[in-house]
């Protein structure tokens, strides 16, 4: 089967501006163990993660999404008037319709300009946003495009499954893309979709497979999401591995050439799999699981950003970033850091 070649250019555009949100309330391993039959070791062992945030009772999506694009407005130096659309990646949406990006607009004072959700990809939904928002660009070249991936995975997840609960967090993290990106310019992309593997990670509740019943709240369909480990696991690993390579080999880049590898915080081990598997030490590798658990598409902006408030991130680096997600989606990035990653905090 022929393999499809990941995009290179267009030249010269990237991201203006990254800013990211947690909410306040930690929650540890331990709190957990008080509500379902498990420990901190046992999380620790078979995760990396010892705790998450949670949003408070009275914040919403929109809430932690509106955080984190004003903090990336700020860093950008831009006013909400320069932003000439708006793309929301989540799978927690402030309701079922309209788009949490129409309400961001409205919360941000942007006015009429184009506002769209990319859903159902899960953690992958970011990059992907990106690379849409980069193709944007290149069609109207002066325009700013904010992209935030947003998620509030505590309202969705069962409480008491904990094989799920205690794997996730709530976050969001977003950019500015457009021309001259003075964070960093976008070398190359990848990215793919294996429909095949869709129920190794769904949630099927709410659609017109399984709508909305009383019968089914009752028995919690909205909140059963399936997660086949082992083949998530398997397909994770490879899917991030091989965009990677097919990323940094449309970027004429090779791994050696990598400063630093953002991968989307799934779990520990996930990440020292995709380690190996591209041969990268891990001192290359930022992670940040063991602070946030799984953010879903708010983990690699996220991840950028604390890697850039710590001083991992220098100009003229090459980073890599790469997710996958439900559908089966995978998806990846390379930029080349410019001038304004060093960020005097």
Not at 146 to 175: I, K, P, Q, Y
Request: aromatic content about 6%; charged content about 25%.
């Amino acid at each position: 089967m022929l393999q499809p070649k990941a995009p290179s250019g267009p030249q010269g555009i990237g991201l203006a501006g990254l800013g990211s949100y947690v909410p306040e309330r930690i929650f540890t391993n331990e709190e957990w163990a008080r509500r379902v039959d498990t420990s901190h070791d046992w999380i620790v062992e078979r995760t990396g993660i010892e705790r998450r945030r949670f949003a408070a009772a009275d914040q919403t999506t929109l809430d932690l999404a509106e955080a984190a694009a004003r903090a990336a407005l700020t860093d950008a130096g831009l006013e909400p008037s320069e932003i000439g659309e708006i793309v929301v990646a989540t799978d927690t949406p402030e309701v079922y319709i309209p788009d949490t990006s129409a309400f961001l607009q409205e919360r941000l004072g942007l006015g009429e300009v184009p506002a769209y959700d990319l859903a159902g990809s899960g953690c992958a939904g970011f990059l992907q946003a990106v690379d849409v928002a980069r193709s944007r660009v290149a069609a109207y070249p002066d325009r700013r495009i904010l992209v935030v991936g947003v998620e509030l995975l505590s309202r969705l997840m069962n409480w008491n499954d904990r094989e799920t609960c205690v794997l996730f967090g709530d976050a969001a993290g977003a950019t500015v893309v457009s021309k001259g990106g003075r964070v960093g310019e976008i070398l190359s992309s990848d990215a793919g979709t294996d429909g095949s593997r869709a129920d190794i990670l769904s949630l099927e509740a709410g659609g017109t497979r399984l709508p909305f019943s009383v019968e089914g709240a009752q028995r919690g369909d909205h909140q059963r999401v399936v997660m086949r480990g082992r083949e998530v696991f398997r397909e994770a690993v490879r899917r991030m591995a091989d965009s990677s390579r097919r990323a940094l080999a449309a970027a004429g880049l090779s791994i050696d050439e990598v400063d630093l590898l953002v991968p989307h915080q799934a779990n520990l081990r996930i990440l020292r799999a995709v380690s190996r598997a591209l041969e990268i030490d891990e001192e290359r590798v930022f992670v940040n699981v063991q602070e946030y658990g799984n953010t879903g598409s708010a983990s690699v902006p996220l991840a950028l950003d604390q890697a850039r408030s710590e001083g991992r991130l220098h100009a003229g680096d090459r980073v890599l970033l790469t997710a996958f997600g439900a559908g089966f989606h995978w998806s990846s990035l390379v930029l080349r850091a410019g001038p304004g990653i060093e960020r005097s905090e």
